[in-house]
């Protein structure tokens, strides 16, 4: 079956230091993989994607992730945190040969100190 | 250019009520979706639709009723509210190809007691 998972639920960083939040999925096709942020009382905004080619992929706000298909991984990465990076985050794998299906995982929860 | 607009943003049902959760979008998009989001479970699939008149299940159906009569809305019903249904809802659309980005709405924060 699809899914996706993120195995922490919660990261707490120091403003100014690096970050890395986990993405695994389970998907059998080449998988079309996401990235999104959620402010609180806010929808998602999507920080990067990747479906084909370079492996290292660059999104918005000086986010990265890297697709790793040997370990079914996507993992999300910052080299600084910001204070306005606190937030909520969800990797999703599209499903199907269509669009509007989305696979999200559980969702981690990013909160920065300063 | 206003992207996904869903109505109402707050809602407290009764059980047993039904209502209508609006969704229109102005990108004209062929893809469009309903999730609701519960903690510690991310965004589950109710409805989806790939263009008017055609709409599938997703993982959660039970409870909900969509159609799709234009490009631009897909109106989710609830039929009779229970208390599972506590949830925040989000309407998405999508342009062609899995692989593009979905647009999502505010969010609709629907409370049944």
């Known amino acids: 079956a699809q899914s996706v998972t993120q195995p922490d639920i919660h990261i707490t960083v120091s403003e100014g230091a690096s970050l890395e939040l986990r993405c695994n999925y389970s998907?059998?096709?080449?998988?079309?993989l996401f990235w999104y942020v959620q402010s609180p009382g806010q929808g998602l905004q999507l920080l990067l994607k990747y479906f084909s080619g370079d492996t290292l992929v660059q999104g918005i706000k000086g986010f990265e992730a890297e697709f790793k298909r040997s370990q079914s991984s996507f993992n999300l990465r910052k080299p600084s945190v910001h204070w306005s990076d606190a937030a909520e985050y969800f990797c999703a794998v599209g499903a199907g040969n269509q669009g509007g299906k989305l696979i999200f995982g559980q969702g981690t929860e990013l909160s920065v100190k300063p | 250019n206003a992207g996904v607009t869903q109505t109402p943003k707050f809602q407290v049902l009764k059980t047993g009520q039904s209502m209508t959760l609006q969704c229109a979008q102005d990108?004209?998009?062929?893809?469009m979706s309903w999730y609701r989001q519960d903690p510690g479970m991310g965004l589950r699939l109710i409805h989806y639709s790939v263009g008017a008149g055609i709409t599938d299940q997703g993982e959660v159906p039970n409870g909900y009723n969509v159609s799709r009569s234009t490009t631009e809305d897909f109106p989710l019903r609830l039929l009779s509210a229970a208390p599972s249904q506590t949830s925040v809802y989000f309407c998405a659309s999508q342009g062609q190809g899995p692989n593009t980005e979905a647009f999502f709405g505010q969010g609709t924060r629907l409370t049944v007691v």
């Open positions: 998907y059998g096709a080449t998988p079309y």
């Open positions: 990108m004209n998009h062929e893809y």
